[in-house]
């Protein structure tokens, strides 16, 4: 319990300190959450301009591919403002060398690398992603049980995305430059953002067994779309344990290899 507690207060620390920077650059923060609402309608309208053509994409209607495209939004809006930025600064102190620092501090090395920058200006958004998802969940017609399990698996395909994502950047620890593991990385987020059954068999059967990027969205949506489907829960947990455990492992051989630029 202390060590939650002591966790939760570093935290807490990370999130004032990113408000207060967000804080000194105003035109910067309206200018970033108008770029995530963008998004937000770019990615909505996709569908919708799709549906102006045809009226079921595979065994989904558009209000049920709409919840779908929402519940990823949902899942990214989390990833925007806990994950995204540390990304792109792992890249830089690796190359650096300012990685030596933040190895030194007295929590994980997991935690301090990757939780260290808070996105600021992408928490009022929470409006927005949720009020959508609730407007396509209501189109659906989620079941009380689907409403009462919506949060908790919103989280839970944040946790397997971010736990994917960090795996791959560790490979940035054999690497000169991580740009391209960040695009690389961003590029299978895209793969995410659609339901499993609109991929070829076999690269189905890659990204939901062998790296479970479909299973992010894909499965949570199933069950929300039939309380009977509780394999697919299990799958997502399933998921993340394995590949939580993975993570740790290889997370340790990524910084056996770090060698510093510093030093």
């Known amino acids: 319990m202390n060590?939650?507690?002591?966790?939760?207060?570093?935290?807490?620390?990370?999130?004032?300190?990113?408000?207060?920077?967000a804080a000194s650059f105003r035109l910067n923060f309206v200018l970033l959450i108008l770029m995530d609402i963008v998004f937000y309608i770019s990615a909505l309208a996709t569908v919708s301009f799709i549906y102006d053509h045809v009226s079921m994409i595979g065994p989904w209607n558009k209000a049920q591919l709409m919840f779908f495209v929402s519940f990823m939004l949902a899942v990214d809006h989390l990833h925007m403002v806990i994950l995204s930025e540390s990304f792109w600064m792992l890249s830089t102190d690796i190359r650096t060398g300012n990685l030596d620092y933040t190895l030194l501090k007295p929590v994980h090395s997991i935690f301090i690398v990757f939780f260290r920058y808070f996105r600021a200006?992408?928490?009022?958004?929470?409006?927005?992603?949720?009020?959508?998802?609730?407007?396509?969940?209501?189109?659906?017609?989620?079941?009380?049980?689907?409403?009462?399990?919506?949060?908790?698996?919103?989280?839970?395909?944040?946790?397997?995305?971010?736990?994917?994502?960090?795996?791959?950047?560790?490979?940035?620890?054999?690497?000169?430059e991580g740009l391209g593991i960040n695009f690389l990385r961003?590029?299978?987020?895209?793969?995410?953002?659609?339901?499993?059954?609109?991929?070829q068999r076999t690269i189905k059967k890659v990204f939901t067994i062998?790296?479970?990027?479909?299973?992010?969205?894909?499965?949570?949506?199933?069950?929300?779309?039939?309380?009977?489907?509780?394999?697919?829960?299990?799958l997502l947990i399933g998921a993340i344990i394995i590949f939580y455990f993975l993570l740790l492992k290889l997370w340790d051989i990524a910084l056996r290899r770090y060698d510093s630029a510093s030093s």
Not at 8 to 18: A, G, P
Not at 186 to 199: A, G, N, T
């Open 3 to 21: 060590t939650i507690k002591h966790y939760l207060s570093v935290y807490r620390k990370f999130i004032e300190t990113s408000f207060a920077e």
């Open 186 to 199: 961003m590029q299978l987020q895209q793969v995410s953002r659609w339901p499993d059954y609109i991929y």
């Open 121 to 176: 200006s992408s928490t009022l958004n929470i409006f927005v992603t949720w009020a959508t998802l609730i407007y396509f969940g209501l189109q659906a017609n989620l079941t009380t049980l689907s409403w009462i399990s919506l949060p908790f698996l919103v989280i839970l395909a944040f946790i397997l995305l971010a736990i994917l994502e960090i795996m791959i950047s560790t490979s940035m620890f054999w690497l000169t």
């Open 210 to 234: 062998a790296f479970p990027i479909l299973v992010i969205g894909s499965a949570p949506v199933r069950f929300l779309y039939d309380n009977k489907l509780y394999e697919n829960i299990l």
